[in-house]
Each structure stands twice: as structure tokens, then as C-alpha cells.
């Protein structure tokens, strides 16, 4: 599916002003110079600055380019099969991760998905890389980078 570069500048422009007034919502800690908002808002601004200029590009062009063009993927239902699987997977993740912890709540989205993608007849070799890329993520993001994520039941065993 192809769009028209102004519907997609729209849409990078709205992302980029909700994120950058949701970032002045973040904490500032004191004695720091610039507060947890700095990098979003920065990141904000360039989404709504690319959306504008795309937003003028795309009108530039409307003439000439159709608004909404659907490639053969687009006509395909797997295609939306598997966007649902995503957003749902998403939907779920937010709703779980707070009972669940992050542990348990991200296996069983991954392997969800793998089982979409790859089909039931995998579900061993689909559960052990989800239990792989789910560790993987919590040792880079609670050891390394020291961002606390969603604690829960798995978690609960391995502390006490």
C-alpha cells in the first residue's frame, strides 16, 4: 500500500506534537541541567519538521499521484492477518505487563507471533526463541542499560 506523502506527512506531524507536549509531562530531577524531556522533544520537533516537509511535498504532487495506491501485498488477507497479530500482541503486552511482569508477558507475545509467522508445526523451536529473545531483551534493558521493566511472577521467583 502506498500513500500519498502528505497523508503520511499528517500523520508524522500529529506523532510529532503529541510526543512533544507527552514529553513535558516527564519528571525533572534536580540539580540536572536539562530534564528527561530534552532527547523526545528534540526527536519531536524533527518528526513534525520531516512531516511538514512531506505534508508539502505531497501536495506538490497531488495532481500527479494518487492518494492511496494498493500494491498486491495489500490485497493479500495474510497481510492483515499479521498486522492484527502485531497490534494485538501490542495490546496485550500493555494490558498483561503490569500482572504478568515483563518476563512471561514478552514470551508469550513472541511466541504468539512466531506461531503466526512460522505456524503451529514449530511451536517447540518457537517457544525456546522466544524464551532466548525475551531474556536477551530483559538482561539488556534491567543489566546493561538499567531500565526497570514490568515485574512479575517469573521475576518474583528468581529474586526471592
Known sequence: MRFNDAISGAIFLAIGVFAFIHAGSFKHFPGVPYGPDLFPRIIAVM???GGLILIVSGLRG?????WVVLVDWARRRRSYELFLAVIGSMLGYILLSDALGFLLTGFLMLTGLFLVTRGIARL???????ALVTGLIYLIFVEALRVPLPFGVIERLLVG
Open 62 to 66: 497531488a495532481n500527479q499521484v494518487p
Open 47 to 49: 518528526m513534525a519538521g
Open 124 to 130: 517447540p523451536s518457537s517457544a525456546a526463541l522466544a
